[in-house]
């Protein structure tokens, strides 16, 4: 056992020797370490000594509640549970025993070589068919978490992203490997949004960086535009529009006539959301008349199944907009929104909702804003979107305190 606070961490060499482990460090899941570490007799108090995390943050991590990106704490990790060079290695870290970069396994660059081929013969057995179906099922996911909201599709996440980054990361065919970059860039982007909406705020950055490299390998403009743009919410979000302000600019500037009308329309309303925030009702009102200026027919595009836009999102952006000026044809604008769903967007509906209580709250009728709040209260916890709950709980208090209650 390996109880005490300072006792050494030390696993059966066995345990490295197991795919299942193998997956787990190729992946950087701290999670899987840290419950392999428990299994053979660790604490987590003794995790949290060792690894300088302490035992609450080991806890969380444990349970799904935290997440380990930066490669400091990682190789204080590594070195925390010592895991050997040839385990590190596979964690991608480096090697200790530089002399000996695989440690004392005299054997071990053979099996990294017989590895790299099993999985290169894995990526080559994917053809243009295989990348249909996993396109189909990121848009099935798409539509999932449209309605349940990431939460209650984590794990499909996980693993179809797991499954398009080991075909991508060793397919050799150029077509076929632009494709899986394509593919890699909408699931990263699609994984970024859901982070953003459960706060995770580091976590949906990375998964953007990752998707603005797969959009870039596989020479997607469009692509490229629409993942930067929706990497400026993660600044909205850490309180620094003036910077998302800036990204958001420079994809027009960049980009500009090139880019899909639609595409335009959804840039030229994140822009006066950003405006929004900053407090600049000027410019958001001359972005949100250019976006609807811009908006074509329709709800989405065949070549862009990620952005789905029309005449309700806009009159719903609109809403979200000029609420935070005391505009008195917000409310309007909002219910036009609500009208136009379809049942399908229940994350997009809490946020309407939460808008037109907000805006029936600011003209002194807190009666009629109540119904809208708890409503958008249900809709933001069955999606799980941190995200809207915050706001909301705010407002709640505003309409109780507004009632006298």
């Known amino acids: 056992m390996q109880n005490g606070a300072f006792d050494p961490i030390e696993l059966p060499a066995v345990v490295w020797e197991q795919e299942r482990t193998r997956e787990i460090l190729r992946e950087r899941d701290i999670a899987g370490l840290f419950g392999l570490a428990v299994k053979y007799g660790a604490s987590q108090v003794r995790i949290g000594t060792a690894t300088g995390l302490g035992q609450p943050r080991v806890n969380a991590i444990l349970h799904g509640n935290g997440t380990i990106k ?14 050997p060079d040839h385990v590190r290695m596979l964690l991608g870290l480096a090697p200790l025993d530089i002399a000996s970069p695989t440690g004392d396994h005299d054997d071990e660059h053979e099996e990294q070589t017989t590895e790299l081929i099993s999985r290169l013969d894995a990526a080559a057995a994917v053809d243009p068919t295989t990348v249909m179906i996993l396109r189909t099922d990121t848009n099935n996911l798409r539509l999932l978490d449209r309605r ?10 996980h693993a179809q992203m797991a499954q398009i980054q080991r075909a991508h990361r060793h397919a050799i065919r150029p077509g076929l490997r632009a494709g899986l970059a394509h593919l890699l860039a909408e699931t990263a982007s699609l994984a970024g949004w859901q982070a953003i909406n459960t706060l995770a705020l580091n976590d949906a950055w990375t998964h953007y960086e990752r998707a603005k490299a797969a959009a870039y390998e596989a020479d997607d403009a469009a692509l490229l535009a629409y993942v930067s743009g929706e990497q400026a919410y993660v600044l909205m979000e850490l309180g620094r529009p003036a910077e998302a302000t800036e990204l958001l600019q420079h994809v027009h500037e960049q980009h500009g006539g090139h880019l899909p009308a639609r595409l335009r329309t959804w840039l030229s309303a994140a822009e006066a959301e950003a405006a929004a925030i900053l407090g600049d009702e000027t410019i958001c009102r001359a972005a949100l008349d250019q976006a609807a200026a811009l908006l074509p027919e329709g709800d989405g595009d065949a070549e862009m199944p990620y952005l789905s836009i029309n005449a309700h999102h806009i009159a719903r952006w609109r809403g979200n907009c000029l609420v935070r000026f005391g505009d008195p044809d917000t409310a309007e604008d909002l219910r036009s929104a609500l009208a136009g769903m379809d049942g399908t967007y229940n994350r997009a509906e809490s946020g309407v909702r939460c808008d037109l209580g907000h805006a029936l709250l600011a003209v002194g009728n807190p009666e009629a804003a109540q119904p809208h709040i708890q409503r958008a209260q249900q809709l933001a916890t069955m999606t799980g979107s941190r995200r809207q709950r915050r706001r909301i709980d705010e407002l709640s208090k505003a309409v109780n305190r507004a009632l006298g209650r």
């Open 70 to 83: 930066e490669l400091a704490v990682i190789e204080r990790i590594a070195s925390g549970l010592r895991l």
């Open 148 to 157: 349940l909201g990431g939460p209650a599709i984590a794990d499909k996440m």
